[in-house]
């Protein structure tokens, strides 16, 4: 019964995992539109300029403008579906023609195969198909690919040209399977929507309209066109009723509840500007500011992103809702008259109700509707805000939350010119956040060994990854993830881990000290220290940093020094692997010294073994312990010991293994009396 829950967990950390992979996917998808949804708010801006200016300009008919921004509509969810399956044939490693070619070729023939392209239905369906239709496809056709059919395997043929043919058959049974699926969930959602019409038509008209308002919020969420497709799950005449004085319900939202577009977005980005610290949010919000005006919100929703970003969707759900409700509350009480034609939705916000209303009182109601937004809004742009700050990042690995936001944020201004870059950093990103979710990560703990008595007197704390087939391996992805910035994430994991596991060792009742790799921009970071000296007080624990990283910037020493003051110990990591600098072991508060293996091969000569003992006698005269890594024969440990080193550390002894291994190895290495078990180098001969 045990090994079948932690079977479940596992099934459901993967799914967890495989979803938050297609989020992630499908956010960049949305995100890489947004210099088309620009272009598409631009024009339409301009249109509506022009029209109301009364300027004519000869070389542009007054008809063209808005005939483009018609077809950039229809195009708007074909250039989505192709951004969508490309992102997607990153995230199934499938070949990225091939799987764009089949989301499309399903796109098409599910939303066109029976409808006009400009058909209102046809639009609204393009909407959904745009991101159902590639992720179905994809979907099946990785499943597909895995599938024995026959496959071509010829010398003559060309790579590209054998793979391409051998996709053929998975492709064209995925096309078969994804519009069968498509179908079938259409008649699904059809009975769906004939079983809860009835209820959604006999409730009261304000519950009506904001369940519909809640709900166009909801699809916005999902990327999709919340207001058109929300239309198609109500009766044609529902945005004509009238709510009060000829102001119809689609009157009424324009110019009370949509401020600045779907989700009130103008208080949106007001509230980023006023309340936010963040320069990523605050440049959306400063772009997006002059197309919100005109009540156009797709660069916030896609920009910022509010797409599936369940730290604003409270807001973006309620705020309209709120907005709905105040504003029903001082028209049903005060009483208005409109003027017949409807203003066009792209009128600015105050200018728009006081040309349906032409009362000065609703510019009023507007803006005390606006400051309800901005109020409603604030509290969650703050907290998102110091979510995505970089000083903060290392708290979010712990639980898996925004670590996309941080990798796009890190790459984001080399992506044009660093592509190869980008893709193998996020890859390694990516397979860093899934071995946390599938708990495919652990701490193991090499031995350190005192050279005089040959006790255990501590571990090395050591990250491993699970590799199938290969079992425990080092975390090949590390050198990757600290050349994209994301090496204090990582560092934060690892020191949870070992708190965790300090317990254990305590428990154990041995004084045995923990030691934790650090990299320096860890140490560089005063909030990291901060948390450092907070959660390893006097804890046995002793902190390590990489010799060439003491110079890499002026914070390091200074927090080294807040450790120090803290009684927390600081060792140098792999001194002399590089370029030495001696008056660092005068200048910085470190009581360790570990040296590199380098040096210990370099000692297999006379000059290089008075090296050696010279530089071991300089650490002890300025008052460090020594440590001799990389230890791997007994003629290596007796020239350490004779060197007179403090602690040996290397495979001679132990290597890295789990923390109950390792507890017991030391038990029995300091027991009184060594068993037979122990290794048979131990104990080393005390030095003279």
Not at 507 to 521: E, F, K, Q, W, Y
Request: charged fraction near 15%; glycine fraction near 6%.
């Amino acid at each position: 019964m045990r090994f079948v829950a932690g079977d479940e967990r596992l099934i459901m950390k993967s799914f967890v995992g495989f979803a938050e992979n297609i989020r992630f996917s499908l956010q960049e998808a949305f995100i890489a539109l947004v210099p088309f949804i620009v272009l598409i708010s631009a024009i339409r801006l301009i249109d509506f300029a022009l029209l109301y200016s009364g300027i004519s300009l000869p070389f542009l008919p007054a008809q063209t403008l808005e005939d483009i921004g018609r077809l950039l509509d229809v195009a708007m969810p074909v250039m989505l579906a192709i951004s969508v399956s490309f992102q997607l044939s990153v995230l199934f490693r499938v070949d990225r023609v091939t799987g764009a070619a089949l989301a499309l070729a399903v796109f098409f023939f599910d939303t066109y195969g029976t409808m006009a392209i400009d058909d209102a239905e046809a639009v609204s369906l393009a909407s959904i198909n745009a991101v159902i239709a590639p992720l179905l496809a994809l979907m099946l056709l990785r499943a597909c690919n895995r599938l024995p059919f026959p496959r071509l395997h010829h010398g003559a043929l060309s790579y590209n040209l054998e793979n391409a043919l051998n996709m053929a058959l998975p492709a064209l049974v995925s096309f078969m399977l994804t519009v069968a699926t498509l179908s079938l969930l259409h008649d699904a959602a059809n009975a769906i929507y004939a079983a809860l019409a009835p209820a959604f038509l006999g409730l009261g008209s304000n519950v009506a309209l904001a369940l519909f308002l809640a709900g166009s919020q909801i699809i916005w969420f999902f990327g999709l066109h919340g207001t058109n497709l929300a239309y198609l799950a109500v009766p044609p005449d529902f945005g004509m009723i009238e709510i009060a004085g000829g102001m119809t319900r689609d009157m009424f939202m324009t110019s009370f509840v949509n401020l600045g577009g779907s989700g009130a977005t103008l208080g949106l980005a007001l509230a980023i500007l006023l309340f936010s610290r963040n320069p990523h949010m605050r440049s959306i919000a400063l772009v997006a500011l002059p197309f919100t005006a005109f009540n156009i919100s797709e660069i916030l929703v896609f920009g910022l992103p509010i797409v599936l970003n369940l730290r604003l969707l409270a807001p973006f759900v309620a705020v309209p809702v709120v907005c709905q409700m105040l504003a029903l509350l001082a028209v049903s009480h005060i009483g208005l008259s409109v003027f017949p034609g409807e203003v066009p939705w792209v009128t600015p916000m105050f200018l728009n109700v006081y040309l349906q209303t032409g009362e000065a009182w609703t510019v009023l109601l507007q803006a005390a509707l606006l400051g309800v937004s901005i109020l409603l809004y604030a509290p969650f742009v703050v907290r998102y805000g110091r979510l995505r700050e970089n000083k903060l990042g290392p708290s979010l690995l712990n639980d898996g939350a925004d670590f996309d936001d941080h990798m796009r944020r890190q790459h984001g201004r080399t992506v044009f010119d660093q592509h190869k870059t980008l893709l193998r950093n996020s890859e390694a990103a990516r397979d860093a956040v899934e071995f946390l979710r599938e708990n495919r990560l652990a701490m193991h703990y090499q031995p350190e060994i005192d050279a005089r008595t040959g006790e255990c007197i501590g571990f090395e704390a050591l990250l491993r990854v699970w590799v199938e087939g290969r079992g425990f391996v080092g975390p090949y992805f590390l050198e990757t993830l600290e050349n994209a910035g994301f090496a204090h994430l990582i560092d934060r994991w690892v020191c949870r881990q070992v708190l965790q596991d300090l317990a254990q060792v305590q428990d154990a009742g041995r004084d045995l000290i923990v030691s934790i790799n650090l990299h320096p921009d860890t140490i560089a970071d005063r909030t990291t220290v901060d948390w450092l000296v907070q959660a390893f007080a006097e804890m046995p624990v002793s902190f390590e940093i990489i010799e060439r990283g003491l110079r890499s910037d002026p914070a390091i020493a200074d927090n080294l020094r807040r450790l120090a003051e803290a009684d927390l110990s600081v060792a140098i990591d792999d001194f002399g692997a590089g370029h030495s600098n001696f008056n660092l072991l005068a200048d910085l508060p470190v009581s360790i010294v570990k040296f590199d293996r380098s040096l210990l091969l370099s000692a297999a000569d006379q000059r290089g073994r008075i090296v050696y003992r010279k530089l071991t006698g300089l650490c002890h005269e300025l008052g460090y312990r020594v440590v001799a890594e990389g230890v791997e024969t007994r003629a290596q440990a007796d020239l350490v010991a004779s060197c007179g080193v403090d602690l040996i550390q290397g495979w001679l002894h132990a290597p890295a293994m789990p923390l109950d291994e390792a507890l017991v190895f030391a038990e029995r290495l300091n027991g009184t009396g060594h068993t037979s078990e122990a290794p048979a180098c131990w104990p080393l001969q005390p030095r003279t």
